[in-house]
């Protein structure tokens, strides 16, 4: 009983703790990612998790800020939203992007956008402001008993206000101890690779990252000298 009672209250914890947006943008420009900061229109906690609708449009000072920004348009835009779980956004995107963006080299990436009180929706306004083919939202999927940072991927194509949960594609439970950054970068990393081919996401495009891994060749072992 008492370890349930613990993980309840870190689960309801993670859903009302804010995300320290200060700290993430320093340490996303210390990896040398360039970043901008928006707001869903959610003006706080208590309307975000009572208005979802609110936590899936931008706030009228994020739209125009994004709307005048004048950068080229980008292949690719990632979003950190906070979700349900900011300690799944603030300790999971940055690994996962350290471990994604370098087998990226050949795309043309936007800044990570910071969104906070978002939902996973928000990330088709900044996405379709921004001009990008793609956009990949980053967010603290809903807390469990036993997971209360786990990490959402979702990745739509030709992001708009209006697109539907079928048009998207999502990766799950990002956590060390959950899904891994590298097994997660390798299956995002296909299917962006994927939806630019094909110029679709969602229910026409299929995750077969982990056929392609069975299939690929072992590497030899350390000190395998088989020549």
Same mark, same amino acid.
């Given at each position: 009983?008492?370890?349930? %009672?613990?993980s309840?209250a870190?689960a309801?914890?993670?859903?009302?703790?804010?995300?320290?947006?200060?700290?993430?943008? +320093?340490?996303?420009?210390a990896? #040398?990612?360039?970043?901008?900061? /928006?707001? $869903?229109?959610?003006?706080?906690?208590?309307?975000?998790? !009572? @208005?979802?609708?609110?936590? !899936?449009?931008?706030?009228? +000072?994020?739209?125009?800020?994004?709307?005048?920004?004048?950068?080229?348009?980008? +292949?690719?835009?990632?979003?950190?939203g906070?979700?349900?779980?900011?300690?799944?956004? $603030?300790?999971? #995107?940055?690994?996962? *992007?350290?471990? =994604?963006?370098? !087998?990226m080299?050949?795309?043309?990436?936007g800044? /990570?956008?910071?969104?906070?009180? &978002? @939902?996973?929706?928000?990330?088709?306004e900044?996405g379709?402001?921004? %001009?990008?083919?793609? =956009?990949?939202? *980053?967010?603290g999927?809903?807390?469990?008993?036993?997971?209360?940072?786990s *990490?959402?991927?979702?990745?739509?194509?030709?992001?708009k206000?209006?697109c539907?949960d079928?048009?998207?594609?999502?990766i799950?439970? /990002? @956590?060390?101890?959950?899904? %891994?950054?590298?097994? &997660?970068a390798?299956?995002?990393?296909?299917?962006?690779?994927?939806?630019?081919?094909?110029g679709?996401?969602?229910v026409? *495009?299929?995750?077969?990252s982990?056929?392609?891994? &069975? #299939? &690929?060749?072992t590497?030899?072992? /350390?000190?395998?000298d $088989?020549?």
């Amino acid at each position: 009983m008492l370890a349930f %009672n613990l993980s309840h209250a870190q689960a309801r914890d993670a859903v009302h703790h804010p995300l320290d947006v200060d700290v993430l943008h +320093e340490q996303l420009r210390a990896q #040398s990612f360039s970043t901008l900061d /928006v707001h $869903s229109a959610a003006p706080d906690r208590e309307h975000y998790l !009572r @208005r979802p609708d609110l936590g !899936r449009r931008l706030s009228d +000072e994020s739209r125009v800020a994004l709307g005048q920004l004048k950068i080229d348009s980008p +292949e690719v835009v990632f979003v950190i939203g906070d979700g349900l779980s900011a300690f799944a956004a $603030s300790k999971q #995107s940055i690994p996962l *992007l350290q471990a =994604v963006v370098p !087998r990226m080299a050949d795309w043309k990436i936007g800044p /990570v956008v910071v969104a906070r009180q &978002a @939902r996973v929706a928000l990330g088709d306004e900044i996405g379709e402001l921004l %001009n990008a083919k793609l =956009v990949v939202m *980053l967010i603290g999927e809903r807390p469990g008993l036993s997971s209360p940072d786990s *990490l959402g991927i979702y990745l739509t194509y030709a992001p708009k206000v209006g697109c539907s949960d079928a048009q998207r594609n999502c990766i799950s439970n /990002v @956590r060390p101890e959950g899904l %891994n950054y590298e097994s &997660a970068a390798h299956k995002l990393h296909y299917l962006l690779t994927n939806a630019r081919r094909l110029g679709l996401t969602g229910v026409g *495009l299929k995750d077969d990252s982990d056929a392609l891994l &069975a #299939s &690929a060749p072992t590497p030899p072992a /350390v000190g395998d000298d $088989s020549n």
